[in-house]
T-cell receptor, first 116, second 112 residues
Framework: DGGITQSPKYLFRKEGQNVTLSCEQNLNHDAMYWYRQDPGQGLRLIYYSQIVNDFQKGDIAEGYSVSREKKESFPLTVTSAQKNPTAFYLC???????????????FGPGTRLTVL | KNQVEQSPQSLIILEGKNCTLQCNYTVSPFSNLRWYKQDTGRGPVSLTIMTFSENTKSNGRYTATLDADTKQSSLHITASQLSDSASYICVVNSNSGYALNFGKGTSLLVTP
């Protein structure tokens, strides 16, 4: 899983609760990303950050929030406003700039969130 | 709209047999195409990456082809092994930045 760790591997949450998913990387990558994966669907981008203290919304940011206070860390909070949060969440990181394959995204092992 | 379509959706083959997975895309402008392997409950792992000028690239028993004119790619797996059972995802990058377009994947099951 290329120097990217996600925790926990499994997470259970009651409806109405916020929950934070951890993502840490030691690849010295500037850019980090959060994706959501649902059965039979392609990965969908939630948020991304290309530099510390800056991040942008992806395609499905509603109900999610992030922070990027350190280069190595990009935690994702799933808020109670997210209507269907049960999914597999993947974090990724990449170098910025340069031509492929230098900007390849490396993925973490994922966190499976289940809302009870 | 940028799209990536993969076929078949799922595939079952006998151990030792070959198979080919397809990826068609409408992403433009094209930068590169990657094939990832994703084991169940794990993150995707890159198999190959191909830029516009590359037609074929191999990684062990995996061989990817790219036809940028017809916007098609294939992933050929030779002499399949049980450990090849996974989802194979085609990902197309429309520029040199972050934006990736993901296919839904082909689920491959290799049986004894």
């Amino acid at each position: 899983d290329g120097g990217i760790t996600q925790s926990p591997k499994y997470l259970f949450r009651k409806e109405g609760q916020n929950v934070t998913l951890s993502c840490e990387q030691n690849l010295n990558h500037d850019a980090m990303y959060w994706y959501r994966q649902d059965p039979g669907q392609g990965l969908r981008l939630i948020y991304y950050s290309q530099i510390v203290n800056d991040f942008q919304k992806g395609d499905i940011a509603e109900g999610y929030s992030v922070s990027r206070e350190k280069k190595e860390s990009f935690p994702l909070t799933v808020t109670s406003a997210q209507k269907n949060p049960t999914a597999f969440y993947l974090c990724a990181s990449s170098a910025t700039g340069g031509l492929p394959p230098y900007n390849e995204q490396f993925f973490g092992p994922g966190t499976r969130l289940t809302v009870l | 709209k940028n799209q990536v379509e993969q076929s078949p959706q799922s595939l079952i083959i006998l151990e030792g047999k070959n198979c080919t997975l397809q990826c068609n895309y409408t992403v433009s402008p094209f930068s590169n195409l990657r094939w990832y392997k994703q084991d169940t409950g794990r993150g995707p792992v890159s198999l190959t990456i191909m830029t516009f000028s590359e037609n074929t690239k191999s990684n062990g028993r995996y061989t990817a082809t790219l036809d940028a004119d017809t916007k098609q790619s294939s992933l050929h797996i030779t002499a399949s092994q049980l450990s090849d059972s996974a989802s194979y995802i085609c990902v197309v990058n429309s520029n040199s930045g972050y934006a990736l377009n993901f296919g839904k994947g082909t689920s491959l099951l290799v049986t004894p």
